[in-house]
């Protein structure tokens, strides 16, 4: 069993940057694939970033791509979400996730380990 804690959300004001983290514990991340979601109030969580064990495959969402950068160190079992260029839009509660499998995938119901949460509100 994997747990996981994000860390680094808060309060930013449009254009600026956040830093998000997600620390495993209970089990190493291994060589399962990452990824960050993200949910806004009275909306489906969806797809921010995924990445594999080696960093060598990421994906992005296209409403973010450009402004975010997803990455991990293994050795210190985090993963990292580094937000630029923040739109009120982005304003959600941002989750990060582990798969079961090393093939990186975009969709929810893939990954089978979930944190819990962690508010980003962007002001305009």
């Known amino acids: 069993q994997v747990q996981l804690v994000e860390s680094g959300g808060g309060l930013v004001q449009a254009g600026g940057s956040l830093g998000l983290s997600c620390t495993a514990s209970?089990?190493?991340?291994?060589?399962?694939?990452l990824a960050w979601f993200r949910q806004a109030p009275g909306k489906e969580r969806e797809f921010v970033a995924a990445?594999?064990?080696?960093?060598?495959?990421?994906y992005y969402a296209d409403s973010v791509k450009g402004r975010f950068t997803i990455s991990r160190d293994n050795a210190k079992n985090t993963m990292y979400l580094k937000m630029n260029s923040l739109k009120p839009e982005d304003t959600a509660v941002y989750y990060c996730?582990?798969?079961?499998?090393?093939?990186?995938?975009?969709?929810?119901?893939?990954?089978?380990?979930w944190g819990q949460g962690t508010q980003v509100t962007v002001s305009s």
């Open positions: 996730a582990a798969s079961q499998a090393s093939l990186v995938v975009t969709t929810r119901n893939r990954y089978a380990y």
């Open positions: 209970g089990r190493t991340f291994g060589t399962n694939a």
């Open positions: 990445i594999s064990w080696g960093g060598g495959t990421i």
